[in-house]
């Protein structure tokens, strides 16, 4: 039966904001004891960071550049990106990882110490894709205003002192940037910026395929690169969410790509 409703409510755990209905603490707590294969890939974002870019870059990349072949996958299994690459600590996803087979590519926005301690030895990959707070701030207060399950923002002030006292989902952008920062040598991670993205995709694209050991040509190369500009992406609904149910997204308050800029740089100034 269809859920036609939504109504979450943000749990703190441990540090972080979980969504209840969403998020099962006991079921989070046990990530941590996840076994890890060297071929399982974890992308792993602050909120707004560009976590859909890194899901359709990383379906590209598995599918040589070939457009067509996520779009039949995506109408075999599932109908969103994010159903490719799911998110490793929803309800039931992480008895789901184990039984999958590899590559099992996950995304996240935990904090470190939620994450597989096999992680640190150097077990499976790891991108963080960092990005300017001033944008997320702004693209963080737009999502609200679109996000069912996230509190409609009083107005900006009132978001902005709740962004910077972490009190929102998640948790504190500068906690998070921090934490998985200094973890940065025990893993094997990929650190890389939304600006560095923004400025030279093909050259981030390029970075990435080294990083996970993707043999593409030039021309495969070239294709993942076309098909996750912000304009191709955002004419793809399987990429873009605008498919969301309306239960759950605002959909006349805006949409989910937004204005895809790096507005502030990779500097934060
Ligand atoms: P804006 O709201 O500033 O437009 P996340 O997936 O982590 O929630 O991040 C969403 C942000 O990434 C949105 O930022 C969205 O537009 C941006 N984004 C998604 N795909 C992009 C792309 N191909 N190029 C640039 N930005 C992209």
Same mark, same amino acid.
């Given at each position: 039966m269809a859920v036609e409703t939504c109504e979450y409510e943000l749990v703190p755990y441990r540090g972080f904001t979980l969504i209840k209905g969403i998020h099962d603490p006991d079921d989070v707590d046990q990530i /941590?004891? $996840?076994?890890i294969r060297d071929s399982d890939v974890f992308v792993v974002t602050y909120p707004k960071s560009g976590t859909i870019w890194m899901q359709q870059i990383l379906l590209l990349l598995e599918a040589k550049g070939d457009l067509a072949a996520i779009s039949r996958l995506n109408t075999l299994s599932s109908s969103f990106n994010a159903d490719l690459i799911p998110w490793i600590e929803l309800n039931g996803s992480r008895q789901a990882f184990i039984t999958a087979p590899s590559p099992r590519t996950r995304v996240t #926005?935990? /904090? #470190?110490?939620?994450?597989?301690s096999a992680l640190s030895q150097k077990k499976g990959k !790891?991108?963080? !894709?960092?990005r300017n707070p001033k944008d997320i701030l702004v693209s963080y207060f737009y999502f609200?205003? $679109?996000a069912k399950m996230l509190e409609t923002p009083k107005d900006f002030d009132d978001f902005f002192e709740k962004f910077m006292r972490g009190d929102v989902f998640g948790c504190s952008w500068f906690e998070h940037v921090k934490t998985w920062y200094s973890h940065k040598d025990d893993m094997n991670m990929l650190f890389i910026t939304y600006e560095e993205m923004i400025q030279d995709l093909h050259s981030a694209v390029q970075r990435i395929a080294v990083f996970l050991e993707k043999?593409?040509?030039p021309e495969q190369l070239a294709n993942v690169v076309k098909h996750s500009t912000f304009n191709n992406m955002n004419k793809i609904p399987n990429a873009n969410y605008? #498919? !969301?149910p309306e239960y759950m997204f605002s959909h006349h308050e805006g949409t989910f790509?937004?204005?895809g800029k790096s507005l502030y740089g990779g500097r934060c100034r």
């Open positions: /941590q004891d $996840l076994e #926005h935990l /904090q #470190h110490q939620f994450m597989p !790891v991108i963080y !894709v960092a609200h205003k $679109l043999e593409l040509n605008q #498919h !969301v790509m937004r204005k």
